[in-house]
């Protein structure tokens, strides 16, 4: 019963911070011992727990990622350790564990944070004896497993808060490899906007197309607090609506143009109470005054390079600025 543990690892990554986390991979993918992957969620921890197990000696045997997030007590226990038939109301077969499918290969156990303090104990327990027994059975089955484990908190913080045990966690940091937030490596936006905006485009069946300069300027400002997942949705979401030759800006969800942490301008939609209470026409009003004023503040009042920002002509923007009756806009104008 081989399970389809397929994901798409291509790994992409330019920055300096990146360069050190594929060359530590590299370094540490035979060794035997457990390895700690943190960083905030969308960071990439399970991509790069399958670069380890690929560029390790057991990259011939299954990689299994599993997440520990939300799961009760009992479903964590049968999801890992697998049951017995009858072990609990709803167990009418007997089910190995992700450990044991999991044999000669790499379980990857993400969100460990999240496992409860009692559960913590049933870990250790396997990943010092090296052995399972299901839930509602006596059998030790023996697991020849390698464990990499991902967190989006601070394991020693957690630990001195006696929220993790002290002993699990030594147990799991062996080997300690941090992903850096996509804000402090934007270098790696443009590749990973590349990739994204490629491989969705295709799954779409339609040729990849290029991205206009302005809409990466927006990808670059934006600080991503979902990081690499967030900008994959973005991407995503372009494909799926854009048919245009070029994207362009129009086709950048509104959120990555305009949003809370931004210095220098105000996000777009109010957070309105009753939509149902506003009408079309005064929503898209909204939308242009605010595309608009955004326009000109990033190209410094200047109107010919806000129309290009917008993909309209400079005649037509001051049509719009005038209908819109944006007179404060007029009266900053620059040229
Ligand atoms: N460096 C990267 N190159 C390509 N894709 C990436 C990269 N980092 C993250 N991703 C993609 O972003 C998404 C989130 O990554 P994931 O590994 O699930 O993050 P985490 O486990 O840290 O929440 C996945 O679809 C993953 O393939
Ligand atoms: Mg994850």
């Given at each position: 019963m081989?399970?389809?543990?397929?994901?798409d690892?291509v790994?992409?990554?330019?920055?300096?911070r990146?360069?050190?986390?594929?060359d530590?991979v590299?370094v540490?993918?035979?060794s035997?011992?457990?390895v700690?992957?943190?960083?905030?969620?969308?960071?990439?921890?399970?991509?790069?727990?399958?670069?380890?197990?690929?560029?390790?000696s057991?990259?011939?045997?299954?990689?299994?990622?599993?997440?520990?997030?939300?799961?009760?007590?009992?479903?964590?226990?049968?999801?890992?350790?697998?049951?017995?038939?009858?072990?609990?109301?709803g167990?009418?077969?007997e089910r190995?564990g992700?450990?044991?499918?999991?044999?000669?290969?790499?379980?990857?156990?993400d969100?460990?944070?999240?496992v409860?303090?009692?559960?913590?104990v049933?870990l250790?327990?396997v990943l010092?004896n090296?052995?399972v027994?299901?839930?509602?059975?006596?059998?030790?089955?023996?697991?020849?497993v390698?464990?990499?484990?991902g967190?989006?908190?601070?394991?020693?913080?957690?630990?001195a808060?006696?929220k993790?045990?002290?002993?699990?966690?030594?147990?799991?940091?062996?080997?300690?490899?941090n992903?850096?937030?996509l804000?402090?490596?934007?270098?790696d936006i443009p590749?990973?906007?590349?990739?994204?905006?490629?491989?969705?485009?295709?799954?779409?069946?339609?040729?990849?197309?290029a991205?206009?300069?302005a809409?990466?300027q927006?990808?670059?400002r934006?600080p991503?607090?979902?990081?690499?997942?967030?900008?994959?949705?973005?991407c995503?979401?372009?494909?799926?609506?854009c048919?245009?030759?070029?994207?362009?800006?129009?086709?950048v969800?509104v959120s990555v143009?305009?949003?809370?942490?931004?210095e220098?301008h105000?996000?777009?939609i109010e957070?309105?109470?009753h939509p149902?209470a506003?009408?079309l026409d005064?929503r898209l009003?909204?939308?242009?005054?605010?595309l608009i004023?955004?326009?000109?503040?990033v190209?410094?009042?200047?109107?010919?390079?806000?129309a290009?920002l917008?993909s309209?002509?400079r005649?037509?923007l001051g049509?719009?600025?005038k209908?819109?009756?944006?007179?404060?806009l007029?009266?900053?104008e620059?040229?």
């Amino acid at each position: 019963m081989a399970a389809p543990f397929t994901i798409d690892s291509v790994v992409v990554g330019r920055s300096a911070r990146m360069r050190a986390v594929f060359d530590f991979v590299r370094v540490v993918a035979d060794s035997e011992s457990s390895v700690l992957v943190t960083g905030e969620t969308g960071t990439g921890k399970e991509l790069i727990a399958n670069l380890i197990h690929q560029s390790s000696s057991r990259r011939h045997k299954p990689f299994v990622p599993v997440s520990c997030a939300i799961l009760s007590e009992t479903l964590i226990e049968s999801e890992l350790f697998g049951h017995e038939r009858g072990a609990f109301t709803g167990a009418i077969k007997e089910r190995p564990g992700r450990f044991e499918l999991a044999q000669g290969g790499t379980i990857f156990l993400d969100d460990i944070d999240d496992v409860p303090l009692s559960m913590q104990v049933k870990l250790l327990r396997v990943l010092q004896n090296r052995v399972v027994e299901r839930l509602g059975g006596t059998r030790q089955i023996p697991v020849d497993v390698r464990v990499v484990t991902g967190s989006k908190r601070d394991l020693r913080q957690m630990v001195a808060e006696g929220k993790f045990r002290d002993d699990l966690f030594y147990r799991l940091n062996v080997i300690p490899v941090n992903l850096p937030p996509l804000r402090d490596r934007r270098e790696d936006i443009p590749i990973l906007v590349d990739h994204f905006v490629k491989r969705y485009f295709r799954q779409r069946g339609e040729e990849p197309r290029a991205v206009s300069p302005a809409v990466m300027q927006a990808f670059m400002r934006y600080p991503w607090p979902g990081n690499v997942r967030e900008l994959e949705n973005a991407c995503e979401r372009i494909a799926q609506t854009c048919t245009c030759d070029t994207v362009r800006l129009g086709c950048v969800p509104v959120s990555v143009l305009f949003h809370k942490y931004a210095e220098d301008h105000q996000p777009v939609i109010e957070n309105h109470a009753h939509p149902s209470a506003v009408s079309l026409d005064e929503r898209l009003r909204e939308v242009e005054s605010n595309l608009i004023t955004w326009a000109l503040k990033v190209s410094g009042g200047n109107k010919s390079k806000a129309a290009e920002l917008l993909s309209i002509k400079r005649s037509t923007l001051g049509d719009r600025i005038k209908k819109l009756e944006l007179t404060h806009l007029e009266a900053t104008e620059q040229q």
